[in-house]
T-cell receptor, first 116, second 112 residues
């Protein structure tokens, strides 16, 4: 399958700081990338759909000013958690859809964010 | 919004046993996907189903896309210890950039 690389895999930051997470499609181009949040022993909750060259579409209840998404190229989307609080601590996962595919999306390894 | 009901929540089985899990929804999906997630990792795609009624195998895994397009099941035959993990079903819409909705997951435990 296609490879999606997410970086960093783990990050610890202080409250009030911002953290950027990168999601890269390594061997394919992705017009659409998705950002998920996963709480322990829970399912993946879609946060937003990131489209290359346009604004991201956020799911209901997700603060767009809190979770900034930029999809500047066909291989890179970034999620920035701004003014992080301890309750933002979670596992964040991105996925990327292959252009003109039937819809299969491949996931990155995830980023464990801990805000102290 | 769309929701997927995945069952069972967890399963404890003996090595060599067959396993079955399923997902249902009140919504129609264009695609059903089954993923496996190991602790601390992102989900890995196991099987993708694109047509109603489609039955697809991947090694010891078999999955079917329900005729009504509102359900799907995944079977694992002759389970082995490395099958341990969380299995998620996911339904994908054909619009909205192929937004994917995930079930709650089935946590599988295999005893050697």
């Amino acid at each position: 399958g296609a490879v999606v690389s997410q970086h960093p895999s783990r990050v610890i930051c202080k409250s009030g700081t911002s953290v950027k997470i990168e999601c890269r499609s390594l061997d394919f181009q992705a017009t659409t990338m998705f950002w998920y949040r996963q709480f322990p022993k829970k399912s993946l909750m879609l946060m937003a759909t990131s489209n290359e060259g346009s604004k991201a579409t956020y799911e209901q209840g997700v603060e767009k000013d809190k979770f900034l998404i930029n999809h500047a190229s066909l291989t890179l989307s970034t999620l920035t958690v701004t003014s992080a609080h301890p309750e933002d601590s979670s596992f964040y996962i991105c996925s990327a859809r292959v252009i003109q595919s039937t819809g299969e999306a491949f996931f990155g390894q995830g980023t464990r964010l801990t805000v102290v | 919004g769309q929701q997927l009901n995945q069952s069972p929540q967890s399963m404890f089985i003996q090595e060599g046993e067959d396993v079955s899990m399923n997902c249902t929804s009140s919504s129609i999906f264009n695609t059903w996907l089954w993923y496996k997630q190991d602790p601390g990792e992102g989900p890995v795609l196991l099987i993708a189903l694109y047509k109603a009624g489609e039955l697809t195998s991947n090694g010891r895994l078999t999955a079917q896309f329900g005729i009504t397009r509102k359900d799907s099941f995944l079977n694992i035959s002759a389970s082995i210890p490395s099958d341990v993990g969380i299995y998620f079903c996911a339904g994908q819409l054909g619009t909205g950039g192929f937004k994917t909705i995930f079930g709650a997951g089935t946590r599988l435990f295999v005893k050697a």
